[in-house]
């Protein structure tokens, strides 16, 4: 349920019935009318959107902005205020406080539906986003996978991730590892979306190491393959000379005991994906996750491609790297 806050100096009911009406369609959308002096008190409980009538407010609106903003925890939250005035010097005013939308009265139904419901779509967007590589997480990765399944459009999902990544968290530390998965997400990005490439391929970031991609380009061999040289070239300037030299690290185990990694490599496990084959997007999540597991136990960064018309076990052998 998204909560939207109307702030209305005068409890304006015309105006709370209009927005009620605007939103009526949206059943798992609420709106609460209240006052500016209410503002403390109901922020206790964080709306997704907060809309100031400025007709109605009789004090500086920019203290109602203050009221919003003062605690850490409602700074985020996405303000539109619908205003009276033609004045463009007053309008620019309100949007330099941090007011993400300015809509002029008389109120265009349409318009302000919209304006909304993008809001919330941005806000679904930017709370699935990973904070370390800006890569949409799983919420918009499962429904990404849901559409395509639903229009019965075939595509290639690849799951990536890296191997040995642990071992080098250990040794060198978190900070530049996340460097590291920062490189993987701007590498697979670089390769996947680049210009020329088909409008509708994805990536997404489940988390830590774990990377997914949906490929509606017929190359994407040439994608893996382009993937896995970039990655190998550039991951050695993450190594000591000392590292590279000796082609693995020492890491002490928890019995405190040296044991020898290979260096970081990457991994990718290549399905392809028609309505035919799979039913639901569980099924072809665990038919990527058993071809990556496949492509981690080769040496290397590797890829795996399964293009099987059904789901029968995948074959122990592979060859040339690809599931006949």
Not at 69 to 97: G, R, S, W, Y
Not at 158 to 166: A, E, G, P, Q, R
Not at 229 to 258: C, H, P, Q, W
Request: net charge negative.
């Amino acid at each position: 349920m998204k909560k939207i806050y109307l702030i209305d100096e005068d409890k304006d009911e015309k105006l709370f019935k209009n927005l009620k009406n605007v939103m009526k369609k949206e059943q798992n959308v609420e709106i609460v009318n209240i006052i500016p002096k209410e503002i403390k008190e109901k922020l206790k409980t964080i709306p997704d959107i907060c809309i100031i009538n400025e007709d109605s407010i009789r004090s500086d609106i920019k203290d109602v902005f203050q009221k919003i903003k003062e605690t850490e925890q409602n700074a985020n939250i996405p303000l539109i205020v619908l205003t009276p005035t033609e004045d463009e010097e007053h309008i620019i005013e309100i949007l330099k406080n941090d007011v993400e939308i300015c809509l002029k009265y008389p109120l265009n139904c349409d318009i302000l539906y919209y304006t909304i419901m993008n809001l919330i779509k941005l806000l679904n967007r930017n709370r699935t986003v990973s904070p370390l590589t800006g890569l949409p997480g799983n919420s918009q990765i499962q429904a990404e996978m849901q559409e395509r399944l639903e229009k019965g459009e075939k595509y290639a999902l690849m799951y990536i991730d890296l191997d040995n990544f642990k071992a080098y968290n250990d040794t060198y530390g978190f900070s530049n590892g996340d460097e590291i998965i920062k490189l993987t997400a701007n590498i697979i990005t670089k390769n996947v979306l680049k210009k020329g490439r088909n409008a509708r391929n994805f990536v997404g970031h489940i988390g830590g190491d774990d990377f997914v991609a949906l490929v509606e380009d017929n190359d994407y061999e040439r994608i893996c393959q382009n993937i896995i040289a970039e990655f190998d070239k550039s991951i050695e300037k993450y190594f000591t000379k000392e590292d590279i030299e000796r082609g693995y690290l020492e890491v002490e185990n928890r019995k405190g005991l040296i044991e020898p990694f290979p260096l970081t490599t990457i991994s990718i496990g290549v399905v392809e994906v028609t309505n035919d084959r799979f039913k639901n997007t569980l099924e072809i999540g665990e038919a990527g996750a058993a071809v990556k597991h496949l492509a981690k136990t080769i040496w290397g960064s590797t890829y795996v491609i399964d293009r099987r018309k059904n789901r029968e076990a995948i074959y122990d052998k592979v060859k040339n790297k690809i599931i006949k």
